[in-house]
């Protein structure tokens, strides 16, 4: 070693041990920092935040999803979804268009497998503010003439209904948005290490407060209405991704002998009868996760395959009924992986 380089080492070393010591006591204070648990209910359903983080951010999470709910809430009567509902025509929200573009997005993809303007229908079939009740077949034609979001345009920062008597829902996406939103605002605030959940829509970074990967069950779809069925299928080991599950085994009613599950195809306007009975996807934010869980319970186990061939970004665990009525698990190759040995 030439003088030249004796030197350059000895003004590296300080910037070295400065590096390590760095990392040592930010490791340190990251053991010591305490993972908060906030927790309520929102959009009819319950959430849970777990966190790395000094303080109590409850307040802020809360209003958060506040916003998200007085943008897509179809029960208050105040919210931009009420409000094109009623035929009035608000200037959009930035958080509004965001979604609405993913929305129309998806129901791109999936050839209107997914639709938020399945409003009418799913009212008419007793899952959305009407009771329960069987439409007649002429009611599901009449119905299905306001079903198609192709009919809807954005112009500017507002939205075009061209059908009149068409109603939106957001349903099937905006749990998944709502965890985005508050993955950002964590984000925001330096967290590194946090689990959102609501009602089962999942994002996860970091990781848990045993020190490893985050853990998210499947659940077993068996008839459970009273959602009180908790068996798990598998376990994920599931970080830096988000995890959104749809499936007809909790809400579905029974009339003259016949079950009626709550995911209607926009396509026929009844309620889906194939033999999918749950679908379980990975993406890179909930809200697309969320949507593409609803697509596939629409589509049935063939032709959600055949999507997640073309997005390789999207993993999925589908639970489906074999042809002797077994239950059976098909899911993309690279989540092999993720299962929790």
Known sequence: MNESQKKRLMWQLPFLLLLIVGTVLIIRQQRSMPYQKSTGQVFGTFYTVTYQHNEDLQQQIEEALQQVDAEFSMFNEQSTVSCINRGECPELSPMFLEVYQLAEKVSRETRGAFDITVAPLVNAWGFGFKQ?????????????????????????????????????????IAKGYGVDVISRLLQQQGVDNFMVDIGGEVTTRGISPKRVPWKIGVTKPTDDSLNVNNEIVT????????????????????????????????????????????????????????????????????????????HPRLLAYLIYSDSQGQLAVWYSPALSKNFEE
């Open 132 to 172: 329960q009740q069987l439409p007649t077949a002429h009611q599901v034609d009449s119905l299905r003439r306001l079903v198609g979001w192709q009919h809807l345009q954005l112009s500017g920062r507002q939205l075009v209904v061209r059908q009149s008597g068409m109603m939106l829902d957001f349903s099937a």
């Open 235 to 310: 376990v994920l080991n599931v970080t830096d991704r988000s995890m959104a599950t749809s499936g007809n085994y909790r809400r579905f009613y029974e009339k003259g002998g016949k079950r009626y599950a709550h995911t209607i195809d926009p396509h026929t306007g009844y309620p889906v009868q194939h033999s999918l009975l749950s679908a379980t996807v990975l993406a890179d934010n909930c809200a697309t996760a969320d949507a593409y869980a609803t697509s596939f319970m629409v589509m049935g186990l063939e032709e959600a395959q055949r999507i997640l061939q073309q």
